[in-house]
């Protein structure tokens, strides 16, 4: 399956980008979630969605972000608000796998928070 990350841009502290990522394939059965990766640092969780749409953030975006997810349209989203700085990094979607089988990644989208 291929998974398309898009939404990312450049934005101001405290504004709001919206990701979305499209998997070429169902992601009915699948747990989905988003990472993020800054310069010079290793790949961070950000946040996931349970097939049941249970959300589970990391600290530093509770309260700001939001994951969704829409079957029907084998689609995630991230709504990101209050942006800050550090929130700046390439965000990546991920496609649980089932049982043995791998994860899928997405290519990432480049997220800039700078004044």
């Known amino acids: 399956v291929q998974l398309q990350a898009s939404g990312g841009g450049s934005v101001q502290p405290g504004g709001s980008l919206r990701l979305s990522c499209t998997a070429s394939g169902s992601i009915n059965r699948h747990s989905m979630g988003w990472y993020r990766q800054a310069p010079g640092l290793q790949r961070d969780w950000v946040a996931s969605i349970t097939t049941g749409g249970a959300t589970a953030y990391a600290d530093h975006v509770k309260g700001r972000f939001t994951m969704s997810r829409d079957n029907a349209k084998n689609m995630v989203t991230l709504q990101m608000n209050s942006l800050r700085p550090e929130d700046t990094a390439v965000y990546y979607c991920?496609?649980?796998?089932?049982?043995?089988?791998?994860?899928?990644w997405g290519q990432g989208t480049q997220v800039t928070v700078s004044s």
């Open positions: 991920k496609r649980f796998g089932l049982g043995y089988s791998p994860d899928n």
